[in-house]
């Protein structure tokens, strides 16, 4: 029998339904017994570096607020749990294998995978490639194997099922989306190679999880843009379309079939590609962090380095953030800014203007103007003064008993030079408060951990700050201020304060979900542009959307700073336009913008279901608005030329 | 595919209307909305359930504008258009239709079994039908052997014949062929017009455009010619091409003798004014040639990486698989009668046969004078001379390896119909 039948005949066995029996009771039966082993090797050891170090705290140790949140942390994720969810996982994954009939392929190709990357691997000096290697073979299996699998779903026999399998087809042999697929799984392969060994481990794993995630969005996002205006005007353009037209195929069918292809396909490598980021951020948790002997041994016994610390709370996390409040509530309603509004416009009437705020329309101008001012006026802090901010609702964190964050960025008017520093005090608590001194450069980010114990019954937290550096001098020098030469600003948004909520596992499922919505909308504009424009334009106008989508959260601010009129109060035509356009495009795509989850996830943040749902609403509108256009386009074009002499 | 003798199908005159076009014209503009060029002004026609209807012209006279506003993908300007009595945009009317375009615009990527799958699924067609449909369908294009390469690698021709198949994959009852020929050889030429028939027989309606005339006179039952976006003239084939002015008698070889003896007799008859204008020895025609070394090297074995020469009509569209039970009476008849028919195809090519003894043109010659004598085939219904109604005889063709029942069948429904 020659080679070729051979491979035939064996694909034919695996594709036969004994084969796949037997292969799927065999897969389950060796998982098992593999979970089995591990669980009974550490649960009878302490091989697991993470219960070995629960095992070895003191309840010394225990009393440190840090150690309990890690070890809390520690515990909530027990190995035997893991090593479950593990091993779930992989037999699913092998079973859709092997119900695909790809269970022997793939056999074959891990068995030829180990024996070349095994030796490379080995020896030190080709380490690096063969990781890269087992990588890309890693990466490029799941792909093939998911995406078979969205083509088998697929395989109904309706329009809209048979112009998605197209689609998937086209894009895993089209030469523009294999390139972006190669460039993803390669990129992502090697990015790991490029993270700095000496850096602390929670910045290596941020770095990862900020290049990694976001490289792949924008690799995607260009990919989905290309092949979505691809997929469909290049089909116009070569009158294929004639042949798929021509058959039973409504406008709205093929519309829904070639965004269910393209956003498949987005889908379908953005769970391959976090699925790889996410098992190597695993992989990197489990490294030793700065300050630590081994994985989780800090120097120095029991204690909790402060890069784990970080990493635990702060990174690997799902954190909410609260805004905070003023002590007066700057609102319009409230009775004394309506006494302070009214004082104010009397005041103007007979200093500057009789006439002042007479009309409706300047009156609620001037309201807003002087809301902003007393707001912008509280959170101002003049050189040795101090105020009070308050933080509702953390009833949770006070009972998980876990650190908060005080995340706090200092502006200063006209001056936020970053080698200038400036000297802050923050006094979290009631009672018994604990001064946190700082330098802190004008414009820069710096994050605080306050203790738990500083929230109050009712779930209140308060936090004073100082603008300068008020203490007791050495040797009975008595006190001393020293003072900063200018005020300082604390905008809203970056004044905040953040607990854990939840898993940060969940946290980076939603938010890889998120993006793939995104993608989504991406898809349809770019499928809207490809009915009625050519390949080159519609492309333009696709890639414009993004930008604009992107940047829309920037354009809201045209109006602050840009506005409509000169410095004399003239409306000015060119600005009318550039800002009204801004502000269209900013309305447009609020819902998009305001949806960040690789900042979220990068940063710890939480990503409520409830927030993601009503962004992801807002994209769905958007997205099925670019369908209904789509379907009109299709239905209103007509798609054969003049062919005639 | 087999070869069979080319013949119309008879078209049912009283069917019902499939294609109803009223006035139509196409005027295009250009982007400042002027009028660039109108590529079908005015033009009204129909066509009926069972016929092999022709749009025939030069190029650039609108056969090509017309069929795309049929399958919806132009709009008229002007004028109306009803396929199966409903708009051509109407989803469900398209379920009915198989459409080949003048060029063959298919997925590069996807290879031959894929992309008849794919249409397949547009059809909705269950995955049991469709699998059986498109082995059929490959088999009779002649394309199983390359059915798993990507269809960018076909050659033209090859990509005309999964072109084909694809139109053919929803069993249609209304099948429109823009320029069908295009791009084939002999060989394919020759399987798409048994095809048209085939599908004839079995009451399919049939649509085609070509500027190749002599590839489809002898195929379609009625045409209009276009020209300049107009109707210049309309039909069925006999009435627009039967020349009532000249006859042909066609006998085998006569020597000079017995012409002069002919040429007597014909002025005798007429008085003088009439006489044997030309004499010629018939050559072989240069398709008949080349099928004939087609086969013989496909006899011998030789291996091409194109397409095969097609096998038999896919069943499902042969009329023995859809037609409902006829009665054993009926059967028989049709049996008895399609024996009696087998014959005259398996008259050798003329070209190949030595030349007559004299004496045997001689006998030809007093049967044709007294009228009495058997033909040489007497199973061959007896043309009478000099009747101006019939069509010309179609070519003759080598039937090696043809199936006796496509042929069995085709010459009873010539029978039946009592044409040719």
């Known amino acids: 029998m020659r080679l070729a039948d051979r491979i035939r005949a064996a694909d034919r066995a695996q594709k036969s339904r004994t084969f796949k029996l037997i292969a799927s009771a065999v897969v389950a039966l060796l998982v098992l017994a593999a979970f089995a082993t591990y669980a009974i090797a550490i649960t009878s050891s302490s091989n697991d570096p993470v219960t070995a170090v629960l095992g070895e705290l003191t309840a010394e140790d225990l009393e440190s607020e840090n150690v309990r949140a890690v070890a809390d942390i520690l515990r909530s994720s027990t190995p035997v749990a893991t090593g479950a969810v593990a091993a779930g996982v992989l037999l699913l994954v092998i079973l859709a294998w092997v119900w695909l009939g790809l269970g022997l392929t793939f056999l074959v190709l891990a068995l030829a995978s180990t024996l070349v990357v095994g030796p490379l691997v080995y020896f030190d000096a080709t380490r690096g490639f063969g990781l890269i290697l087992a990588g890309i073979l890693a990466l490029t299996t799941s792909f093939v194997a998911l995406l078979e699998g969205l083509r088998m779903i697929l395989g109904f026999s309706s329009p809209v099922c048979a112009v998605a399998r197209n689609v998937l087809a086209e894009g895993v042999r089209m030469k523009l989306s294999v390139v972006f697929i190669v460039m993803l799984i390669v990129g992502l392969a090697a990015l790991p190679g490029l993270l700095d060994g000496e850096q602390f481990l929670r910045y290596r794993i941020q770095s990862f999880m900020q290049f990694g995630i976001g490289g792949v969005f924008w690799l995607l996002a260009i990919l989905t843009v290309f092949f979505g205006v691809a997929t469909v005007a290049r089909e116009q353009r070569d009158k294929i379309i004639w042949q798929t037209m021509t058959k039973p195929v409504a406008a709205w069918q093929y519309v829904l079939g070639k965004w269910v292809g393209v956003s498949g396909l987005a889908a379908v490598l953005m769970l391959v590609s976090s699925a790889g980021i996410f098992l190597f951020v695993n992989h990197l948790r489990s490294l030793p962090a700065d300050g630590e002997l081994a994985p989780y041994q800090a120097v120095g016994s029991g204690a909790v380095s402060n890069d784990r610390l970080i990493l635990e709370t702060r990174v690997l996390a799902a954190r909410r953030v609260v805004n905070s409040r003023l002590p007066t509530p700057f609102d319009y309603e409230h009775p004394d800014f309506q006494t302070r509004l009214e004082n104010e416009i009397l005041e103007r009437r007979r200093t500057q203007n009789e006439r002042f705020a007479t009309t409706e329309a300047e009156y609620l101008e001037f309201r807003e103007e002087l809301l902003k001012e007393l707001i912008a006026r509280y959170r101002s802090i003049e050189p040795g003064e101090n105020e009070a901010f308050f933080f509702d609702g953390l009833q949770q964190a006070k009972a998980d008993n876990r650190p908060l964050t005080l995340s706090m960025r200092i502006d200063v008017r006209g001056n936020n030079a970053p080698d200038v520093f400036y000297r802050v005090t923050v006094l979290p608590g009631w009672q018994d408060r604990v001064a946190i001194q700082r330098q802190m450069g004008a414009g820069v980010i710096q994050n605080f951990t306050i203790s738990p114990s500083a929230i109050d019954d009712e779930g209140v937290l308060r936090i004073e700050v100082i603008n300068g550096q008020p203490r007791f001098g050495p040797q009975g020098q008595g006190f001393i201020a020293t003072f900063n030469q200018n005020a300082i600003g604390l905008p809203d948004e970056a004044f905040v304060v953040a607990y854990d909520v939840g898993d940060w596992r969940l946290n980076f499922m939603r938010g890889v979900f998120a993006l793939w919505v995104k993608l989504s909308m991406l898809a349809m504009i770019a499928i809207f542009a490809g009915t009625f424009l050519s390949f080159p334009v519609a492309s333009l106008v696709a890639f414009g959307v993004l930008f604009v989508a992107e940047l829309s959260g920037f354009l809201g601010k045209a109006e602050d700073y840009y506005g409509y009129n000169d410095y004399e109060g003239n409306l000015q035509l060119y600005k009318f336009i550039g800002t009204s356009s801004a502000m269209l495009m900013h309305w447009l795509f609020r819902g998009y913008s305001e949806l960040k989850p690789t900042e979220n996830i990068v940063q710890g943040l939480m990503l409520p279901w409830l927030a993601i749902a009503r962004q992801v609403a807002l994209l769905g509108v958007a997205t099925v608005v670019f369908y209904a256009l789509a379907v009109f386009s299709m239905r209103r074009r007509e798609l054969a030329i003049y062919s005639g002499q | ?420």
């Not at chain 2, 020597?255 to 007429?270: C, G, P, S, V, W």
């Not at chain 2, 061959?380 to 042929?407: C, F, K, L, M, Q």
Request: hydrophobic share 35%.
């Open chain 2, 1 to 420: 595919m087999t070869t069979a003798t080319a013949q119309p199908s008879t078209a049912a005159k009283s069917g019902k209307q499939v294609i109803a076009c009223q006035q139509l014209t196409k005027t295009f503009r250009d982007f400042w909305l002027r009028d660039r060029a109108r590529a079908v002004d005015a033009i009204t026609f129909e066509v009926r359930t069972g016929e092999i209807f022709g749009l025939l012209g030069p190029n650039g006279s609108g056969k090509s504008t017309t069929i795309k506003m049929l399958l919806g993908l132009l709009r008229p300007t002007r004028g109306r258009i009803a396929v199966f009595g409903k708009p051509p945009t109407d989803v469900g009317v398209k379920k009915r239709i198989g459409y080949l375009p003048e060029e063959s615009y298919l997925y590069g990527f996807l290879n031959a079994e894929e992309t008849l799958d794919y249409y397949g699924k547009l059809f909705e067609i269950d995955p049991g039908t469709r699998k059986r449909r498109i082995g059929e369908l490959l088999e009779m294009v002649g394309l199983t052997h390359v059915a798993h390469r990507p269809v960018r690698d076909y050659s033209k021709g090859m990509q005309r014949r999964i072109g084909l198949a694809q139109a053919l994959i929803n069993d249609p009852d209304l099948l429109i062929l823009d320029e069908p020929t295009t791009g084939l050889d002999p060989i394919g030429t020759r399987q798409v017009k048994d095809l048209i028939i085939e599908l004839g027989r079995r009451g399919k309606t049939v649509l085609l455009s070509s500027h190749l005339l002599a590839d489809v006179e002898d195929v379609v039952d009625r045409m209009v010619i276009l020209y300049g976006g107009r109707i210049r003239d309309e039909g069925t084939a006999e009435s627009l091409l039967t020349d009532t002015g000249h006859t042909t008698i066609e006998t085998d070889a006569l020597d000079e003798e017995t012409l002069a003896e002919i040429d007597r007799l014909i002025r005798e008859r007429t008085s003088g004014a009439n006489g044997v204008r030309r004499v010629a020895r018939p050559r072989q025609k240069l398709e008949q040639l080349f099928l004939n070394i087609v086969e013989r090297a496909q006899r011998e074995r030789l291996e091409t990486s194109g397409a095969l020469h097609g096998g038999e009509t896919a069943s499902f569209l042969k009329a023995d698989e859809t037609e409902p039970t006829r009665s054993g009476d009926a059967l028989i008849e049709d049996l008895m009668t399609s024996d009696e028919q087998i014959e005259p195809a398996e008259v050798e090519p003329e070209a190949d046969q030595p030349d007559q003894p004299a004496e045997r043109a001689s006998e030809l010659i007093a049967d044709l004078v007294e009228g009495e004598a058997e033909p040489p085939n007497a199973a061959a219904p007896e043309p009478e001379a000099g009747d101006p109604s019939r069509p010309p005889e179609p070519e003759p063709i080598d039937n090696t390896g043809v199936d006796d029942d496509v042929i069995g069948s085709l010459l009873a429904d010539e029978d039946e119909d009592g044409r040719r």
